[in-house]
């Protein structure tokens, strides 16, 4: 499975958009990004996935680049409840995750 | 119930305890996972099970002994653990691994004191 870089933390202010980067290189041509997000001491929870083309539901947007090497996820108006660290997954069938991007949306 | 259940929520044991975890997914899912988060440390994957089959045991200690007795349930067995195995142990659900598009579903975890 392709490895995935991420920012350690990141800030955001209330109500305006966060963008958390994801750069996955070696990724392969089979292989989906999924973004998943974890509030402090509960399960992930899934946000989104894709494969090349963007996509975006009710929780938030993902921006894959053309290339597939790095990806963008965006949640269009941050609350203090998005506080949480967000995971960016690369796989084939197994989940393998890393140490995420926490982010901190302050008022 | 809908979602992925896990009963206790919390669990506090002795080293000479035996415990059990119990998962539960009211998806109708055909896989389930284990997954162990310690303190300031990413999920590692420790087993999955597909249509009640392992296959895979990520180098997990004997210790821990899971259990799928069908696609809804998951057990995780607890036996003579040390307090380095203390950390928040997630279960989740999936519906065909062998899928590219395989979304998860957690549970909400069972924190695990080992004294």
């Known amino acids: 499975d392709a490895k995935t870089t991420q920012p350690t933390s990141m800030d955001c202010a209330e109500g305006r958009a966060a963008n958390l980067p994801c750069n996955h290189s070696?990724?392969?041509?089979?292989?989906?990004v999924y973004w998943y997000r974890q509030i402090h001491s509960q399960g992930p929870q899934y946000i989104i996935h894709?494969?090349?083309n963007n996509e975006t539901n009710e929780m938030a947007s993902l921006i894959i680049t053309e290339d597939r090497k790095s990806s963008t996820l965006i949640l269009p108006h941050a609350t203090l409840r998005d506080t949480a660290v967000y995971y960016c997954?690369?796989?084939?069938?197994?989940?393998?995750f890393g140490a995420g991007t926490r982010l901190t949306v302050k008022p | 119930e809908t979602g992925v259940t896990q009963t206790p929520r919390h669990l506090v044991m002795g080293m000479t305890n035996k415990k059990s975890l119990k998962c539960e997914q009211h998806?109708?899912?055909?896989?389930m996972y284990w997954y162990k988060q310690s303190a300031k440390k990413p999920l590692e994957l420790m087993f999955v099970?597909?249509?009640?089959?392992?296959?895979e045991n990520n180098s997990v200690p004997s210790r821990f002994s899971p259990e799928c007795p069908n696609s809804s349930h998951l057990f995780l067995h607890l036996h003579t653990l040390q307090p380095e195995d203390s950390a928040l142990y997630l279960c989740?659900?999936?519906?065909?691994?062998?899928?590219?598009?395989?979304?998860?579903?957690f549970g909400p975890g069972t924190r695990l004191t080992v004294l």
């Open positions: 894709g494969l090349k």
């Open positions: 099970y597909n249509f009640k089959e392992q296959t």
């Open positions: 989740a659900s999936s519906q065909d691994p062998g899928k590219h598009y395989n979304e998860q579903f």
């Open positions: 997954i690369v796989r084939v069938w197994d989940m393998r």
């Open positions: 998806l109708g899912h055909n896989a």
């Open positions: 070696t990724i392969s041509g089979n292989e989906y």
